[in-house]
């Protein structure tokens, strides 16, 4: 079935540098992306969405990047600090397919000090 | 409330048991979703209700899972004769309808010994 799902389990970064954490889907039909972060021992938390006629949107130190051509969707995080460290999922849902959202596997992100 | 509450936090049970998880959701939120996290994997869909409408189930596993959302607000999962592959998170959202950014609780660590 359809599916999303993400290129690395793990990314370690350091304190001050850009992150970016990538998801590949599957559905060409996905209206809607979402990222979350994941804290541990707490549930998914909105960092930002987007809709799938943009290719991009910024919001506080995170931007997302979609490109639909190869189904690639993309979070950037700007001069990551320790409390970005935290699980990233990315998000899709397809309106006319279920309301929910389908989750890909997870990304770690793990920031040096 | 301010947030999803979800409860017990922690559950550990015996293979065979029956057991309750419990989700308060924010108030005036029509939507409410279910979803189950194994250790260090995505988010798996159960089950949607949405309003008064008639829930989708489309993601519970077997007929040992249910779930019912009583006066639009409380829901209830129930997990019949729990099974050791039952052992997860199980992670409660909701959201206004037609608003993807779901907000989570911190799930209900199940544990079947």
């Known amino acids: 079935g359809e599916s999303v799902g993400l290129h690395l389990p793990t990314l370690s970064v350091q304190e001050g540098d850009n992150s970016i954490i990538n998801c590949a889907y599957s559905?060409?039909?996905?209206?809607?992306f979402i990222w979350y972060k994941q804290e541990s021992g707490k549930g998914p938390q909105f960092i930002i969405d987007i809709r799938s006629n943009m290719d991009k949107r910024q919001g506080q130190r995170v931007t997302v990047l979609l490109n639909k051509t190869v189904k690639h969707l993309s979070l950037q995080i700007a001069a990551t600090q320790p409390g970005d460290s935290a699980v990233y999922f990315c998000a899709e849902i397809s309106i006319n397919a279920g309301n929910m959202l389908t989750f890909g596997g997870g990304t770690r992100l793990m920031v040096k000090p | 409330g301010a947030g999803v509450s979800q409860s017990p936090s922690n559950k550990v049970t015996e293979k065979g048991k029956d057991v309750e998880l419990r989700c308060d959701p924010i108030?005036?939120?029509?939507?409410l979703y279910w979803y189950r996290q194994s250790l260090g994997q995505g988010l798996e869909f159960l089950i949607y209700f949405q309003g008064n409408s008639a829930p989708d189930k489309s993601g519970l596993p077997s007929d040992r899972f249910s779930a019912e959302r009583t006066g639009g607000s409380v829901s209830t999962l129930t997990i019949q004769r729990t099974q050791q592959e039952d052992s997860a998170v199980y992670l409660c959202?909701?959201?206004?309808?037609?608003?993807?950014?779901?907000?989570f609780g911190s799930g209900t660590r199940l544990t079947v010994v």
């Open positions: 959202a909701s959201s206004l309808e037609g608003d993807y950014g779901y907000t």
């Open positions: 559905n060409s039909a996905s209206d809607y």
């Open positions: 108030s005036g939120h029509t939507a």
